[in-house]
């Protein structure tokens, strides 16, 4: 899990989704499924929040530390 002001996020490790959620539980977005491609992922281990729109990924299974940019704009 990783903490920011008012939000957190998090993975659910079976399903490979990362979800951005408020620290009271609400759900803010989700997204990536199980997978080695694109925006999937392998067994998420950390997660690295370096602002609300910047974070790292780390996954057991892929070896590998995706960057990854969120547009919140475009999702709407």
């Not at 979800?19 to 997660?47: C, D, P, R, W």
């Not at 690295?48 to 910047?54: L, P, Q």
């Amino acid at each position: 899990m990783a903490y920011g002001p008012i939000r957190r996020t998090t993975a659910d490790m079976d399903n490979g989704e990362i979800y951005k959620m408020e620290l009271n539980g609400k759900i803010l977005g989700k997204f990536g499924t199980a997978g080695k491609q694109l925006n999937e992922f392998g067994s998420v281990h950390e997660i690295d929040c370096r602002n609300h729109n910047e974070i790292y990924v780390g996954e057991l299974t892929n070896w590998r530390v995706p960057k990854l940019t969120l547009h919140p704009e475009q999702a709407k």
